[in-house]
């Protein structure tokens, strides 16, 4: 990342003039292209703060459940403290996937068909740009062998 900053500062800053903003017109067709979303922007605007709104409202309505006494803004502060490093995320995950599993078995709420528990890993580097998780279970590997993996 410091061979790429100092890139950035001494090689491309020193060259740079233009704008990096492409416009109404052009992004309009990027989503055109891109996505195939063909709204207007001033619509999608419309939409999203809409929805914005609605899940403001919502995380309100939730954070009183978990504590009227406390504002939204601190028990998501409280939640973030909560949440694993990132060295630790992995395991994290694999201890949750236990309990749940446990607890499933133990309560009788389904039946578990394999005794194996899945196989939890880092998502490649290659993917990691297309998904934040996924799980790998194809035919060629046994229903003991699926793979899930989480980035």
């Known amino acids: 990342m410091s061979v790429y900053q100092t890139f950035l500062k001494v090689t491309l800053l020193p060259h740079s003039n233009g704008d990096f903003r492409i416009g109404a017109e052009n992004y309009s067709k990027k989503l055109s292209y891109d996505e195939m979303v063909d709204t207007p922007l001033d619509k999608l605007l419309e939409i999203g703060y809409r929805n914005l709104r609605q899940n403001q409202q919502a995380f309100r309505e939730t954070a009183a459940k978990i504590d009227p006494k406390r ?36 309560h009788k709420i389904v039946t578990v068909p394999s005794l194996n528990p899945p196989i939890v890993e880092e ?7 297309l998904s934040t998780a996924s799980m790998e279970s194809l035919a060629r590997l046994s229903k003991s062998r699926k793979r899930h993996s989480l980035m």
Do not use: N
């Not at 939204?72 to 994290?92: C, E, F, M, V």
């Open 123 to 129: 998502t490649p580097p290659f993917a990691r740009a």
């Open 71 to 106: 504002t939204p803004q601190r028990i998501l502060l409280d939640l973030d403290r909560d949440h694993p490093a990132a060295g630790a995320l992995l395991q994290t995950f694999r201890d949750v996937l236990t309990g749940l599993r446990e607890f499933i078995v133990r």
